[in-house]
Nanobody, 122 residues
């Protein structure tokens, strides 16, 4: 069983950048697909980006394409999400999730971190 801890959230002005990180412990990290998700206030959790077991394949939601980059380092058991050109609509709690099969549906992720707040002001 893998445990996930997010870090790196914070507040930034529109157009700025943030990098959030997901650190894993327990289990064999390379056995897991890892995704970043976000939950804006009053809305459902949505997929942002997902990366495959060794990082060969990635998925980005339309809202993230061209602005966000997901990456992983299996030696360090981390998955990062670099977010550029942030806009107020990116404000949300950002979660990382892990699962064993390829998917980007948050309903199919088994393990979750506690989340980190990202706030973008105009």
């Amino acid at each position: 069983q893998v445990q996930l801890v997010e870090s790196g959230g914070g507040s930034v002005q529109a157009g700025g950048s943030l990098r959030v990180s997901c650190a894993a412990s327990g289990g064999t990290f390379s056995h897991y697909v890892v995704g970043w998700f976000r939950q804006p206030p009053g809305k459902e959790r949505e997929s942002v980006a997902t990366i495959s077991w060794e990082g060969a394949h990635t998925y980005y939601a339309d809202s993230a394409k061209g602005r966000f980059t997901i990456s992983r380092d299996n030696a360090k058991n981390t998955v990062d999400l670099q977010m550029n050109s942030l806009q107020p609509e990116d404000t949300a709690v950002y979660f990382c999730g892990a699962t064993t099969a390829w998917t980007y549906d948050p309903g199919h992720f088994r393990y979750w971190g506690q989340g980190t707040q990202v706030t973008v002001s105009s």
